[in-house]
């Protein structure tokens, strides 16, 4: 081995120490084996550099670049075929013949016209036409290589044969696009005369239509809207409506009471506590109507329900008298059940109003009269009893600090089972809390 290519190992005994050799000593007392912990010199065959030895031992790269071999560059990727690279002998002159050209055109326009689906005329198209190892990419690339007077009369050899291929391409191309689109009509199609698949619509609750008809013609005539909570203090739903520590309402039996003992937390059992809440809040006069659910402690039958809805009505101002109840009631009937029918205030009694009346008003169905009895609506009577109504009591004014020297007003209420049912001749209570979408639709309440 050349000296230019030897390397010391200082691991190894059998290799002579050149230090040593070179300082003049003898060569059996040199240190060998790892155990030699001095500073490593220069050796003999690797001089320092800008010593003389090192001038003369590094070759010259341009020398070594002339002289030695190509050699593969070891970069992956780095390695291209030597048609890609353009290698004079990898080109083939040949392939620009007039013979080869036209196999070349023969075997793709044939592969071309066989393809089954665009998938497969794509991968023909990189693979005998546009891809960068297609036959004619590979000729074109031959042209370089013929004589200048050969290259006119090869060009046009091959741009002819491009031409056909691609001609050939295009139309395979429009017969896959047409039997495609032929195909996906049929599959897709879509029967336009079947009826489409529609979601039901919902219906509005009678009793929500109902209340807020009601509303609506209250609004009307200049009535206001008021809510409060579900949850309510016994001063409010009793003490303030005159209803006295030892009356009947508000006894278990009749009050859901709200944990814990103690608290005077309740469920409402009217709605009247929000017309109380209306006249300590807002200025007067005062015109509102007040709809909402109310709770008693009730069991359930066809008449009754410990959950229900109602909608009271509360007027005060200077000068209201039984006259203006009168005919704000009137107006109410004739929106519930029709115009044409009667009306009377029937005396009763009710803690928070004085005087108190009940509302009747004349059965729709029969109108009183025998010849068209018995009726189912008002069992032969020819009245259907509504609602309460009444003059505010002066201790309700005075609870809310309202002066009933000069203010008065009245008050009527109702609930919204009751009327619905009278309205639309329903005969148990509990259609309305079934929760069948078809109870609501049979009303027309569905839009």
Request: net charge negative; charged share 25%; glycine share 10%.
């Amino acid at each position: 081995m050349p000296p230019s290519t030897q390397s010391a190992d200082p691991h190894r005994s059998d290799v002579p120490d050149p230090s040593a050799a070179s300082a003049g000593g003898d060569p059996s007392s040199r240190r060998t084996g790892p155990e030699h912990a001095g500073p490593v010199r220069p050796s003999a065959d690797r001089p320092e550099p800008g010593s003389a030895a090192s001038n003369s031992a590094v070759p010259d790269r341009a020398a070594s670049e002339r002289t030695e071999p190509d050699r593969p560059d070891p970069r992956p990727g780095s390695q291209r075929p030597s048609s890609q690279r353009g290698d004079p002998a990898s080109v083939d002159p040949g392939a620009l013949g007039p013979d080869r050209l036209e196999q070349v055109r023969l075997q793709a326009s044939a592969a071309i016209a066989t393809a089954g689906d665009l998938d497969e005329l794509a991968a023909l198209r990189t693979l005998h036409l546009d891809g960068r190892g297609a036959p004619l990419a590979l000729a074109r690339r031959a042209l370089g290589a013929l004589p200048p007077p050969e290259r006119a009369e090869a060009g046009r050899r091959h741009n002819a044969a491009t031409a056909a291929i691609r001609a050939a391409y295009e139309a395979r191309l429009a017969e896959l696009t047409a039997e495609r689109d032929a195909r996906v009509l049929v599959e897709e199609r879509v029967d336009v005369t079947l009826p489409g698949t529609r979601r039901p619509l919902g219906a509005r609750h009678p009793l929500s239509a109902l209340s807020d008809h009601l509303v609506d013609v209250f609004v009307a005539m200049g009535y206001e809207v008021a809510e409060g909570p579900e949850a309510e203090h016994d001063w409010f739903n009793f003490e303030a409506l005159n209803l006295g520590p030892d009356h009947p309402a508000r006894s278990s039996h009749d009050t859901l009471y709200v944990d814990p003992v103690g608290s005077g937390l309740l469920l409402r059992t009217h709605t009247s506590p929000v017309q109380i809440r209306t006249l300590l809040s807002r200025p007067l006069p005062v015109y509102v109507v007040c709809p909402g659910r109310t709770y008693r402690n009730d069991a359930v039958d066809a008449t009754h329900s410990p959950v229900f809805g109602q909608l009271e009505g509360l007027a005060v101002d200077e000068g209201i008298t039984m006259a203006d109840l009168r005919g704000t009631l009137e107006v109410f009937a004739q929106a519930l059940f029709g115009s044409g029918l009667a009306t009377r205030l029937r005396p009763s009694y009710f803690p928070f109003t004085e005087p108190s009346a009940e509302l009747d008003v004349a059965c729709f169905a029969c109108r009183g009269e025998p010849a068209r009895q018995p009726c189912r609506v008002c069992s032969d009577e020819g009245w259907i009893e509504v609602g309460g109504c009444g003059m505010v009591d002066p201790n309700v004014l005075v609870a809310c600090g309202v002066d009933p020297a000069r203010y008065s007003g009245f008050a009527f209420g109702m609930g919204l089972e009751r009327a619905a049912m009278i309205r639309h001749d329903v005969h148990e209570i509990r259609d309305f809390v079934d929760g069948d979408v078809r109870f609501g639709l049979s009303f027309g309440t569905g839009n």
